[in-house]
């Protein structure tokens, strides 16, 4: 976890860009870098972002995560009205980004369940 006076300035910036997720592909790799966010490791089973619906559904928590077909990404702190901090990899131009997500359209799920 971030800690909360890094997470503050994330929040007053809008979005910070990460580096890449170490083992995972240069495109098409929020599943997996959601693996390695999670699990601290790329698991090649879980780079296709449906493959994330198979785990159990939760509440919106720190440590879940947020999945649809076609993407999935890391909430790390609940902000509520909808919204968290999440963990985004593969965002948008190929980018890594902690950044604020609604969860509209998302199955939060318990990947330790």
Partial sequence: MYPPETQRSFLQRG???LPHPPG???????????????????IRSLWLAANWLAFP???PAPGMVAARRGHVFVIKQVLGGGN?????????????????RSLAGFVVVNPHG
């Fill in 84 to 100: 968290v901090l999440a963990y985004d990899a593969n965002s948008g131009g190929r980018r890594t980004r902690l950044h604020v």
């Fill in 57 to 59: 559904r939760a509440s």
């Fill in 24 to 42: 995972c592909p240069r495109r098409a790799f929020c599943g997996c870098g959601a693996a390695v966010e999670v699990f601290g490791r790329p």
């Fill in 15 to 17: 979005a910070t860009i």
